[in-house]
């Protein structure tokens, strides 16, 4: 999965790099972003991406991470909580038929999702790279150097 954005600061072989939250996929939140659960009310986010190419502050490049671990954590995200949710509610309806049981269940499994999230935050590294400048291959492709993105000073 591949982002527009532009780099901020340069540090040795890595940069920090500016990029829109809504840009590629889905406004609001991304999976890119690096907090997994964002309450910023931000349109953009910075990451330190590995700049393989030693393009310069100011520059507009594209940031790649592996799709395995974009689809990963839109699992984590999106998913997960939705499963366990669904297997604490048929476990509870199994054991017993009280509806109050069932909702106390839901409530507990969604705040443990929560927790979970949380934590998990905090153990992903995400490994941004920078492989391209951006004006030289988005011609075409929705993450155009042309389109609504643009970065305030």
Same mark, same amino acid.
């Given at each position: 999965?591949?982002?527009?954005?532009?780099?901020?600061?340069?540090?040795?072989?890595?940069?920090?790099?500016?990029?829109?939250?809504?840009?590629?996929?889905?406004?609001?939140?991304?999976?890119?972003?690096?907090?997994?659960?964002? #309450?910023?009310?931000?349109?953009?986010?910075?990451?330190?991406?590995?700049?393989?190419?030693?393009?310069?502050?100011?520059?507009?490049?594209?940031?790649?991470?592996?799709?395995?671990?974009?689809?990963?954590?839109?699992?984590?995200?999106?998913?997960?909580?939705?499963?366990?949710?669904?297997?604490?509610?048929?476990?509870?309806?199994?054991?017993?038929?009280?509806?109050?049981?069932?909702?106390?269940?839901?409530?507990?499994?969604?705040?443990?999702?929560?927790?979970?999230?949380?934590?998990? #935050?905090?153990?992903?590294?995400?490994?941004?790279?920078?492989?391209?400048?951006?004006?030289?291959?988005?011609?075409?492709?929705?993450?155009?150097?042309?389109?609504?993105?643009?970065?305030?000073?």
């Amino acid at each position: 999965m591949k982002k527009i954005g532009q780099i901020l600061k340069s540090e040795g072989k890595y940069s920090w790099v500016k990029m829109g939250k809504g840009a590629s996929c889905g406004e609001g939140r991304c999976p890119l972003s690096t907090p997994l659960i964002d #309450d910023s009310q931000s349109q953009f986010y910075v990451v330190k991406a590995y700049n393989e190419l030693g393009a310069s502050p100011g520059d507009k490049v594209l940031v790649e991470i592996k799709d395995n671990v974009a689809l990963g954590i839109a699992f984590l995200i999106y998913i997960f909580p939705i499963l366990l949710t669904l297997f604490v509610y048929l476990f509870l309806s199994y054991l017993t038929s009280l509806a109050l049981y069932h909702y106390l269940g839901v409530a507990a499994s969604i705040i443990i999702s929560l927790f979970i999230l949380k934590k998990e #935050d905090q153990k992903i590294q995400l490994n941004y790279r920078i492989t391209d400048f951006a004006d030289s291959t988005c011609q075409r492709c929705s993450l155009s150097p042309d389109s609504t993105l643009s970065f305030p000073e």
